[in-house]
């Protein structure tokens, strides 16, 4: 994702627009393709389904066997492993143009897309609570393990944006952004917050 700010922001270069932080993970087409049934659904996915899928297939391969074992066995395995995904806020333009557009760009779609690709078939939502939303997506798993309604829940959040997003200027008009561009969380010095790019994923097993 390429962050060109001074072409982009030549009238308003100011640090709240100019700063912000971006996944190191990148996921080339011929790898993102492989996440789809079809290349031209892969064209057409927006970038937080991107990076969702990356991040949800490296976490489920870093749980090793045993998760391997619920996504791969018999379909009562496979109903009681639940996917929960917080978003905000979709990234203008992504994907391009075409018959799977609709649903490559939706958040809605995005924790659907990521169950279809692993075969998961428990509960299935997006939560989108701003800046809470990974948290609250959490919530909702750890309340499904504990009365039993999933034996594994794969909780992530993602956020991709653009420098040149409306968002961003709509945000910096309402001192939203650090005027330094920095966060200081919790801090006196606190000043607002900095926009950025990333996201994380977790597998989670019932006790």
Request: proline share 4%.
């Amino acid at each position: 994702m390429p962050w060109q700010w001074r072409h982009l922001h030549a009238i308003d270069a100011t640090p709240a627009r100019r700063r912000g932080g971006r996944p190191k993970m990148t996921c080339s087409f011929p790898a993102q393709a492989k996440l789809y049934p079809s290349a031209a659904e892969a064209e057409a996915a927006g970038d937080h389904q991107v990076l969702a899928l990356a991040l949800a297939h490296r976490a489920v391969s870093d749980a090793g066997g045993a998760a391997a074992l619920a996504l791969g066995g018999d379909a009562a395995a496979k109903d009681r492993v639940g996917v929960y995904f917080g978003a905000w806020q979709r990234g203008a333009g992504e994907g391009r143009a075409s018959a799977y557009g609709a649903l490559g760009e939706a958040l809605g779609a995005l924790p659907g897309r990521v169950a279809e690709s692993l075969d998961a078939r428990g509960p299935c939502l997006l939560v989108d609570t701003a800046c809470s939303s990974a948290l609250v997506a959490l919530d909702a798993a750890l309340g499904d393990l504990r009365r039993g309604r999933v034996d594994w829940a794969l909780v992530g959040g993602v956020n991709v944006h653009r420098a040149d997003d409306r968002l961003t200027a709509q945000l910096r008009r309402g001192r939203f952004l650090s005027p330094t561009g920095r966060c200081h969380a919790f801090g006196a010095t606190a000043d607002g917050y900095a926009r950025a790019s990333g996201g994380a994923v977790v597998l989670l097993c019932r006790a």
